[in-house]
């Protein structure tokens, strides 16, 4: 709970033709990062973005860019959405066969590295690579569409990652994706998350700015 907290507004529920003036509009209204979900209609059951998308919107925002890779055999193109501009790059466990040299290998090239689990996957599977990463990322849905319900059996695994942490002395950030809101966000601050990835939340509204502040104002209740 001493961690600051960090809103990072996903762009998989903005207005996807005009991309760029809604990335401003987070920026302007308050985001701390830009959430970017790869896809690649094999690893989950949508297909989105790559790296020639996520370049040109580089060029759009000074925001740090939180890139989720949701593909498979994410050690293939690692380098290609590093240069493009992810600065924290997160691939899934269950998606990479040879995790503890993916993580290095993020690091190595620049980026900090993460890894997610989805619902049904236990904390006791990232356990090896903790003192590896930057982030973790939990995901409160099961990955490939936005604007689904955030299922609340997934807290527990927020709560063991940061008593880990805590007990081992690490120093990743604990994020959680899927289903955020102003109810929902309250229970995963509470459970000790610290960063987290909001999409229809913010896009669906009018105000940007004031769902920001509502949000922000929930958590830290």
């Not at 959405?81 to 998606?95: M, P, S």
Request: hydrophobic share 45%; aromatic share 4%.
């Amino acid at each position: 709970m001493d961690r600051p907290l960090l809103l990072a507004p996903s762009i998989l529920s903005a207005n996807h033709g005009r991309l760029a003036d809604e990335i401003l509009a987070v920026e302007t209204a308050g985001a701390d990062w830009l959430h970017v979900d790869v896809m690649d209609g094999h690893f989950v059951p949508n297909l989105t973005l790559g790296p020639p998308v996520i370049r040109s919107l580089r060029r759009t925002s000074k925001l740090p860019f939180d890139v989720h890779l949701m593909i498979e055999a994410p050690e293939r193109s690692l380098t290609a959405y590093i240069e493009a501009g992810a600065d924290w790059l997160t691939v899934h466990e269950e998606a990479s066969t040879h995790l503890h040299r993916t993580l290095v290998a993020i690091r190595e090239a620049g980026a900090h590295p993460g890894v997610s689990i989805n619902p049904a996957t236990p904390v006791v599977a990232i356990e090896p690579v903790l003192h590896l990463v930057d982030l973790v990322l939990v995901m409160s849905v099961n990955p490939g569409f936005g604007g689904q319900r955030f299922l609340p059996e997934v807290l527990p695994k927020v709560e063991q990652l940061a008593r880990v942490r805590a007990a081992r002395g690490l120093d990743y950030r604990l994020e959680v994706d899927g289903g955020i809101d102003t109810k929902t966000i309250v229970a995963a601050r509470a459970a000790g998350a610290d960063t987290f990835v909001a999409g229809s939340a913010i896009f669906s509204t009018a105000d940007y700015g004031v769902t920001m502040r509502e949000l922000r104002q929930a958590a830290s209740a």
